[in-house]
């Protein structure tokens, strides 16, 4: 395969791909830390009513408004879930599957009933994302990498995740020794005057941030991946959490890699002449990874 | 409007209606049980299943739109699934909410791969299986329309034969073990049936939203009573109708999907519950919040009466005023002033039931702010005055 050929079909969604992985792993390592590991998967169900809330709102598909709906929506369903947990006395995880069926199916209602017919906005789409799609067209070749036109015409993804992915590293070493110190030890935590609450919905949100923007480019199934899978299986294989963060970066962005060229070329090496989704096969990856690592991880028991 | 609906759609109502009593039931024992995600872990996982059926079918000559193989497919992944997570969560330290996410995450991911391959698949395009994501009943062969009426009495039947070990497991494990229940074996069957449930709904509600109907209705109907076979019941009854009530609305019109009205009609009930049940809904709370504080203010009012201080609190004024316990201008009439000596005498009793720890239960299950004559006997009383006079003579 030629350099052009690689920079403009591949390089991108390659990118795009590794981006959203490691944005959604490293606030994932916390979230399973801290038993609430089903966030991830609740807020990329939320994610639809925010985006077509903001479509209908706004009456086109254009990135910004529908990542601000999608937060908004997630946050909404963060507080949501807290609320009748409290009023109702109900168990976390029910509570929660209360809140997120729920504005999913509203989601989905909206999205028949609006006339949508002639955008590309669609349940499946937002599930499965379009990571294939998103080519370099302007690309030539690796010089293209230092021409400011062909630069220009990168997909907006790429930066958006580029954005992302370095705010929630920074923030993440900003904030590290108080996430660490309220992820392990409430009350010593509470004894040195952290503010556990809000550093937890600081959490949950930077988690949604990373989720919206992943789900633009990749759809939802990589990013509910991407939040347990890595994390899980580097938890398996340390108990130190600097190990474990960077661990799980690690086979997020080789799940990302080879999730891609083996949706990508996989069929080929077996004789068909179709790829295969890359979203599915990236998922798919890190299940692997998580699977071989609770046979053979170090630390795969309770110590 | 329903008989206008035609002999399938009414075959739906019927089905959606028993799919939703067997998932209420069902879903109340592993809500009980605090697994009600696992159910979501298993929808996802039937995904592959289907996909693989399909594949299968179609290598061995079909055209692999057979809806009972699908199903069967799916409860075999399904079953993968749910064995997955419970490795993963015994076997190794990971949670098992990390369990879930990862095979949900998992299975549902290689499933979408399997659907990419079969849409490359000559007939793949046409399958409709992209209806079992979300639920499609428009256009469903009569076939189909009755498998899903008999799956879904099948499974209602069976949730009701074993409800009464799966309340006791989902309320004392221990206890049902001594009391000579398969524990394993029961949780075992519970999940058998929740699978069953979300195999039947595939075709009405759809894989990312049968969970709904799993963990809506118990929920609602834990607002309303204290009662395991209650909430069962209940949860049973709320199902149903969402099931009858989404699925016809859904055939009213062409845009109305069934497997989200039915999730949405299922909230509501919930929404209805939270805020309206008797004694946990959002309403009785409040109300019952008032009334402790009116209760609160009279007190301190009367106490404050008694000593003769003045009061500066205006809602405590209004309540006294209101009660013909004060005039306007907040000097005691006469009842007022009787009232205020019984709160002194009230609280001075209340003081020396505190000191001493043969009270301590009734101490402890009161505010103390109720007359202590509606407590105790006379006899207790006199004891207690007896101290009262003893310790100020």
Same mark, same amino acid.
């Given at each position: ?9 591949s390089?991108t ?18 979230l399973?830390l ?31 408004p ?52 002639n ?6 789409h ?16 690796? =010089? ?14 790429? =930066?958006?995740?580029?954005v992302?992915?370095?705010l ?136 | ?24 039931v ?7 049980? +605090?697994? #009600? ?17 399909? $594949?299968?079918?179609?290598? &061995? ?7 009972a ?34 095979? &949900? ?19 793949g ?8 994501? $979300? ?10 329309a ?17 409800? %009464? ?5 989902a ?12 524990v ?9 049936l ?8 595939? +075709? ?17 109907? *834990?607002?309303w009573?204290?009662? #395991? ?47 309206m ?10 109300? *019952?919040?008032?009334?402790?504080? *009116? %209760?609160?203010?009279l %007190? ?12 500066y609190? %205006? ?6 005023? +209101?009660?013909?316990?004060? *005039? ?7 009842r ?12 001075a ?45």
């Amino acid at each position: 395969m030629s350099g052009q050929v690689f920079v403009a079909l591949s390089l991108t969604p390659l990118l795009i791909g590794v981006l959203a992985a490691i944005a959604c792993a490293v606030p994932g390592n916390f979230l399973l830390l801290r038993r609430q590991a089903l966030i991830g998967d609740a807020i990329s169900h939320v994610v639809l009513p925010g985006i077509v809330v903001a479509f209908l709102v706004t009456g086109r598909v254009s990135a910004w408004p529908m990542m601000l709906g999608a937060a908004a929506a997630a946050v909404v369903a963060v507080v949501l879930i807290e609320v009748i947990r409290r009023l109702g006395r109900i168990e976390p995880g029910a509570a929660m599957g209360v809140i997120f069926t729920a504005m999913f199916a509203g989601g989905v209602l909206l999205l028949e009933q609006s006339d949508t017919s002639n955008v590309h906005l669609d349940v499946e789409h937002a599930l499965m994302g379009n990571l294939e799609s998103l080519i370099w067209l302007d690309a030539l070749g690796w =010089t293209s990498l230092l021409d400011p036109r062909a630069l220009a015409g990168l997909p907006p993804e790429l =930066t958006r995740l580029a954005v992302v992915t370095a705010l929630v590293a920074v923030l993440t070493w900003l904030f590290w020794r108080p996430l660490k110190i309220t992820t392990f030890d409430e009350g010593f935590a509470h004894g040195v005057g952290l503010p556990n609450t809000v550093i937890g919905l600081g959490l949950v949100i930077l988690s949604a941030v990373a989720a919206v923007a992943a789900f633009d480019a990749v759809g939802s199934i990589i990013v509910i991946a991407m939040f347990i899978c890595p994390p899980a299986a580097a938890r398996l294989m340390t108990n130190r959490l600097e190990t474990q963060v960077a661990l799980s970066v690690l086979l997020a962005a080789l799940s990302a890699i080879l999730g891609y060229i083996f949706a990508g070329f996989g069929p080929l090496w077996l004789g068909f002449d179709n790829s295969v989704s890359a979203a599915g096969m990236i998922a798919t990856v890190s299940g692997l990874m998580l699977l071989a690592a609770a046979i053979v991880g170090p630390h795969r028991r309770q110590t | 409007m329903v008989l206008g609906l035609g002999y399938n759609a009414m075959l739906v109502m019927v089905g959606a209606g028993l799919l939703g009593i067997a998932a209420g039931v069902t879903g109340t024992f592993l809500f009980l049980r +605090k697994r #009600a995600l696992v159910g979501d872990a298993i929808a996802h996982a039937t995904l592959p299943g289907i996909g693989l059926a399909f $594949l299968l079918m179609v290598a &061995l000559g079909g055209d692999g739109r057979n809806l009972a193989v699908l199903l069967i497919g799916a409860a075999v992944t399904a079953a993968l699934g749910l064995l997955c997570v419970h490795w993963i969560s015994t076997k190794t330290r990971l949670s098992e909410d990390t369990a879930i996410g990862a095979v &949900l995450s998992v299975f549902f991911g290689f499933g979408v791969m399997l659907l990419t391959v079969i849409q490359n698949v000559p007939s793949g395009r046409q399958a409709g299986l992209d209806g079992l994501l $979300l639920g499609a009943t428009a256009g469903m062969l009569y076939a189909d329309a009755v498998l899903i009426a008999v799956g879904g009495a099948v499974a209602l039947a069976a949730s009701l034969a074993l409800s %009464r070990p799966m309340t006791m497991v989902a309320f004392d494990a221990g206890f049902a073990g001594i009391s000579g229940v398969n524990v394993v074996r029961i949780d075992l069957a519970t999940m058998g049936l929740v699978l069953m449930v979300t195999v039947v709904g595939l +075709k009405i509600v759809g894989l990312i939203l049968i969970v709904a109907l799993l963990i809506i209705p118990p929920v609602a109907a *834990r607002f309303w009573t204290d009662h #395991a076979m209650r909430v069962a019941i209940l949860a049973g009854t709320m199902g149903g109708v969402s099931g009858v009530v989404g699925a016809g609305l859904s055939a009213t019109a062409p845009d109305l999907p069934t497997g989200p009205i039915i999730v949405l009609v299922a909230f509501a009930a919930f929404l209805i519950s939270l805020i309206m049940a008797p004694d946990r809904g959002v309403l009785a709370a409040w109300f *019952r919040h008032r009334r402790f504080e *009116r %209760r609160v203010h009279l %007190r301190q009012g009367l106490l404050a009466l008694g000593q003769g201080q003045p009061i500066y609190e %205006r809602f405590t004024l209004r309540l006294l005023q +209101k009660a013909g316990l004060v *005039r306007a201008d907040g000097v005691a009439t006469d009842r007022g002033v009787g009232a205020a000596l019984d709160a002194l005498r009230d609280e001075a009793r209340w003081a020396i039931m505190r000191a001493d720890p043969g009270f301590d239960t009734l101490v402890n299950r009161h505010d103390g702010l109720s007359p202590i004559d509606t407590l105790l006997t006379a006899d207790q009383i006199a004891e207690i005055d007896t101290r009262l006079n003893g310790a100020t003579p």
